[in-house]
């Protein structure tokens, strides 16, 4: 073992618990990338308007479908009805996987809490075969990386790809997916995720964590100090989508610098009304528990919030050139 990275890991996490704690000093002057900096491919996002519970994801054959949850490892029956929504929606939808983005287990972490408050609320899509990625976040153990269920596999961060299956049996649009520890963006998983996104292969890039980089709840000081460290790297890597957690809310931010940035923290904690007035809001609510699907199809990528009683909250289309 590296002693000198380990120390350095572990030195880079407490400063950025403190950073997203406390944001940067008053006179700390913020190299902020330019203005006119943005990613190399430009995007939309249009807006959708489905009918009290209609599905707005079209279902198209082949697709890649998958859920994906934050801040859910309760183990009450706020999780639970939100992951018998989850059941229930995935019969009419039927997605495959699951994005875990931190805190997915709060408190103590014995088998029997893996199983209050993961095994249990999800089982009918564990029993389903529907296969949950998870990421760390700052409530987790860090033992958790090693357990088998969220297929982390002894990792801090890591990635996967999903591929679209057409009916010819060829492969159509790709999608792969970063997965980070933001609890300590330290050098060596910095430099891991310019050489993962440089060498990513296919058309969709989608990066989950468990710190918003943007957000107008709660932590906007800390965002800010996150971007300063990651940012640069998304733009430059071309990344289509970053989904985090930790704000206990829903939020979709206006897309910075053509990235779309989502926060879905409401799977299993809630912080009623800490949404304020932020110029990079695009959609949320904090009203009640959330999770989210998505879709890619091609050049587009669906999405839609649901809460726990079943009301879409929030969806639309994310679309890249060619469509």
Do not use: C
């Not at 430009?42 to 198209?60: D, F, I, Q, S, Y």
């Not at 039927?94 to 014995?110: A, E, H, K, Q, R």
Request: aromatic share 12%; charged share 20%.
């Amino acid at each position: 073992m590296n002693v000198g990275r380990v120390l350095l890991a572990a030195l880079s996490a407490v400063v950025i618990a403190a950073l997203f704690a406390l944001g940067l000093p008053a006179s700390f002057r913020w190299p902020e990338l330019d203005p006119q900096v943005h990613r190399a491919t430009a995007t939309g996002v249009r807006e959708l308007h489905p009918g009290p519970g209609e599905l707005a994801l079209p279902l198209r054959q082949g697709s890649i479908r998958f859920a994906i949850i934050g801040d859910s490892g309760r183990g009450d029956r706020w999780q639970q009805e939100v992951a018998d929504q989850m059941a229930a929606w995935r019969a009419r939808f039927p997605f495959t996987f699951v994005l875990m983005l931190g805190d997915n287990i709060y408190g103590t972490s014995t088998p029997h809490d893996y199983q209050l408050k993961f095994e249990r609320p999800y089982h009918a899509l564990l029993d389903a075969g529907v296969v949950f990625h998870a990421a760390i976040g700052n409530h987790d153990d860090p033992a958790q990386i090693h357990y088998a269920p969220f297929n982390m596999e002894g990792r801090r961060y890591y990635t996967f790809r999903e591929n679209e299956r057409r009916l010819s049996g060829l492969v159509g649009a790709g999608v792969r997916f970063f997965v980070l520890d933001s609890r300590s963006f330290d050098p060596q998983q910095l430099d891991w995720l310019r050489q993962q996104l440089a060498e990513s292969g296919t058309a969709w890039k989608i990066v989950y964590f468990h710190h918003p980089l943007y957000t107008s709840g709660r932590y906007r000081a800390g965002a800010r100090a996150l971007r300063l460290v990651i940012e640069p790297i998304l733009v430059e890597g071309d990344v289509d989508v970053v989904l985090a957690g930790h704000e206990h809310l829903y939020e979709r931010i206006v897309p910075q610098r053509g990235i779309s940035y989502f926060t879905s923290g409401g799977a299993g904690s809630l912080r009623r009304g800490d949404l304020m007035p932020s110029t990079v809001h695009a959609a949320g609510f904090d009203k009640d528990y959330h999770f989210m699907l998505m879709e890619v199809s091609g050049n587009e990528l669906y999405f839609q919030a649901i809460s726990r009683t079943g009301e879409t909250v929030d969806a639309g289309v994310i679309a890249r050139p060619g469509t």
